[in-house]
């Protein structure tokens, strides 16, 4: 899945938040707008203190919601532009990602989630519209260093806003990482964008969710506007899905996990793995698309599909929907937050999550 | 209920010759109500900018109203935005872009009602934008409902009685609030019910255009405009009732000037 590298950077200590704000400079990122919430506030102060010696804006907002649409007004002007939150605060900017996915203005949202229970929220969408999120779930920091890069390079590629679902472990752990550039394609250049340069012209630009064009010039209008949308979204639902498939042919049972979850499950399933135990793990790592073919395939044949997820069932729904065989998948996580509110609780643990998997291969065998 | 006559003065009428003037930067009729404010408020911001100079190097934000038509009309590039949010948009744009020259079109509805948060933010962070707002106290676009700047008394559809402030609270006089706060370069009233007043708006227009490019922090030109359709009177009464009704409460003026001219008073 990792694009191979232009240059072979130092290896350093850095906090995830760090490395994600240095990755999005990388990827010539040069305006954020965001509103401090934990565990999404150390990606705010590593944009306030490395922003402005790489020539960009980051500004300190007064609420989310003007924080999306400064980021949704700096995207239009054709500059790289991100911004972010977690939970609540996502969820007052679903108006302006909704019209960002509608008026088609390409920005990165970073969810640094207190826990997984925005999955609905990633993938369903709290705004309006037919529309869609792309969002990327690494495992750890070294992948969110890659799927930063890469949502700055969708986004532009299909000109929708994109997400990036963290959590606290990727924000908050220290660990020794790469901040390789990708080696992406080029991208057009953005003919779209809005420069000021055309009044007058009879040609000047706009960016409309309405798409009517001027007087002069008559746009597609909302109708056959939301049509090409939708058809771009069906598009990107078709090409972008990505995911890893770990010993799944032939595995009786199948461990299905995403983001930091993915990464103790995965410990897990390659103990029982070396044990004797027929277990393998499918880890979606485009929530939205999920990808419901790979994982029709790696759950054929299987007798358990277990998804874990550290929710009351989010993500369940989508592996009921492609699983090769709806019947034998079953949730084997659950609501489990920290008394702080703002963090994972006991649950995300390998011992439990290995007694959970044994109690489910013991229940049915 | 009486009906307005919607046809253009006839050919060879001097009031014909007016009506179908307009800039280069007009591409076609308006498709607002008889006697209403806005295209002229229009007209005025978009000759400003040809006077300026600033025509190739201008953006405007746009939110959501009646004059939310105009973006099919006018020659400019536009960011058509939420409702509320055009000065946290403008923000982002003049910030990646400084060198442009960034308006903002809302209605009262839009700024005072929706988007009061960002309005006041972007002036305390003294933004570089002229916002406009075209404020007629009443939410036009769909029908003659209250706003934030309905003035005490004032019938509408959700104030049948008249605006109360036992039940309905105050209204919010929106530029005297901003002009008040650090930050800002120009803050200024007009309206566009008389011809005196149409060219006194002209000017404050000009002044904070000519503000921001000074880099003065961020202006805002309220321009009371007529809404005889949402006030439920004829197009010919709309100006007399603007300014019976409106102007009393919110008197035209500079109310923040740029700090030269306030300084070149003092002396």
Partial sequence: MSPATTAAPRRELLEGAEAIARAALAADCRFFAGYPMSPFTPLLESMAKLMPEAGGVCINVESEIEGVNMTLGAAAAGTRAATGSCGQGIALMQEAIAEAALNETPFVVFNMARNQQDYFQCTRGGGWGDYRTLTLAPKDVAEAVEHTQLLFHLADRYRAPTVLYGDPLIAQTRVGVEIAPLDLPPLPPKDWALDGTQGGTGHSRQVWTWAMGKATEPGPGPDAHWQAIAAKFEEIGAAEQRWEASETDGAETLVVAFGSAAKFTEWVVEGLRAEGHSIGQFRPITLWPFPGEALAAASEGA?????????????????RQFAADRSVVRGIGGVSIHESGLSYGPLLDAPEIRRRILAALEEED | M?????????????????ADAHPDLILGEHSLCPGCGEPVALRLLLETLQELDLVQRTIGVVGHGCYGSFVRIMDIDVLQCLHGRAPA??????????????????????????????????AARGENI???????????????QQTATTVLGQRTKTSLDGRDPERHGHPIPIA????????????????????????????????????????????????LTMCPTGWFVTAPQGPDYMGEAMESVYPLGELHPRAAAAAEAAA
């Fill in chain 1, 303 to 319: 007798r358990r599909v277990l998804v874990f997820e550290l929710n009351a069932g989010q993500m369940i729904d989508d592996v």
């Fill in chain 2, 2 to 18: 009486a009906v307005v006559n919607t046809d253009r003065p006839p050919a060879g009428d001097a009031a014909r010759k007016v």
């Fill in chain 2, 89 to 122: 948009c403008a923000t982002g744009l003049k910030r990646v872009r400084p060198d442009t020259a960034i308006f903002t079109l809302q209605g009262d509805g839009d700024m005072v009602n929706e988007g009061l948060a960002e309005i006041v933010h972007a």
């Fill in chain 2, 130 to 144: 002229t916002c406009v707002l075209l404020n007629n106290g009443v939410f036009g676009d769909t029908g003659g």
């Fill in chain 2, 176 to 223: 005297d609030l901003v002009a008040g706060l650090d930050g800002v370069g120009y803050v200024a009233r007009g309206g566009v019910g008389t011809a005196r007043g149409v060219a006194r708006t002209k000017r404050m227009l000009r002044t904070a255009f000519e503000s921001q490019l000074a880099g003065e922090g961020l202006g805002l030109v309220e321009i």
